[in-house]
Every structure is written in structure tokens, then in C-alpha cells.
């Protein structure tokens, strides 16, 4: 069996061990979705998403791109967000990073990748903003790790300043927006702050309303 045959063989065995559990699970499933959650995690293969929280399909909207990046001119993350917020109605949107993240180490690096860099520099500003906090370590790991939270504190930031979620806000909507940190050694995630849930937990320059 080659090894792509081997995947169609585990999604017939998958399958079935769902509909043996419940054989209407797939065509509840179809009618609709109704997630609670957005999930915004780094498109690392070890970090998927649903096993993490142990959620279901159907319970977790999820966006993964390299080192969780919020970006306001991305539209593909905006799209995600919007639809989550404006259609779905999520109420919870996290920012999921984590450990040892490729993505940031980059960025640390000062190395010339091509494309990536676009992407990249937007940790590097990161990295500038908590200059301070950053100088002042000097173990490699401890740096990369340090920026991986500074990093999901940022994207969390980003995510509150949005129109979208600013929007939901004023017209009333529950929302929380959530940084939190996984570990892949361990395979425990870590809440970095308390939730960002109304427009007077964000600086003034960026309001909105
Ligand atoms: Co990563």
C-alpha cells in the first residue's frame, strides 16, 4: 500500500469508529456548525489544534499559519476572523502559540530566507518592541521562548484592536480574546494573561468607539 493509500484506509477505519459509535454523527454534523471557539495556532504538525482540547469536529473553527500571526492586512486571517466573529458567533478567540516555534526562531535568527521574511519581520518588531525584556536573557532557548509568549501577547493585541472584534463589542456581543501557550514537551498549555473582553481594556489609539 503506498503511503498516501494508507491515509485513505485510516479515514474508512476513522469513519467507521465514529458511525459505530453514533451512527447519526455525520449527518448531525452536515446540517450545521456552531463553534464556540476560534482557534489561531501555528500551522506546526505538532500542534493540531482539536487533539489538544480534545474537541470534536464541528466544535473548533481553527486558523493556523507560521508562529500564529495576526496581521491586519492578511486578508485570509481577517476572512477567518470575521466569519468566526460576524456568521458563527464564536465567543472565545485564542491565540495558541508555542514552544520552540520554527517560525520565531527564524525571526531570531537575522537569517535571509526569501519569501518568509515578509512574514517574519513582524516578530522581528516584536523582538524590537520588548527590546528590554529580550537583552536582558542570554540563554538560546530561554530568548526563543520568551518571544514565543511576547509573540502570542502580540497577536492577541492585534486581534482586540481589530474592527471586527471592536465591532462585536459596541454592538454588544459577547467576546474574549485569549493568549495561551502550548508545550510541546509536555503537551500542557499555559494561559499567558487574563482575557482581553470589552474596548476598555485596549489603549485609546486604538478604539474605535
Ligand atoms: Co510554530
Redesign the pocket.
Known sequence: MSDLESLFANNIKWADNIKTQNPDYFSNLAKQQAPEYLWIG???SR?PANQIVDLAPGELFVHRN???MVIHTDLNCMTVLNYAVEILKVKHVMVT??YG????KAALENRKLGLIDYWLRNIRDVYFNNKAIMDELTDTDERLNRLCELNVLQQVDNIAHSNIVQNAWARGQELSVHGWIYDIHDGILHKLRSPIDSAEQIPEQYRLY
Open positions: 501555528c500551522s506546526d500542534v507560521v508562529a500564529n502559540g508555542h516555534c520554527g517560525g520565531v
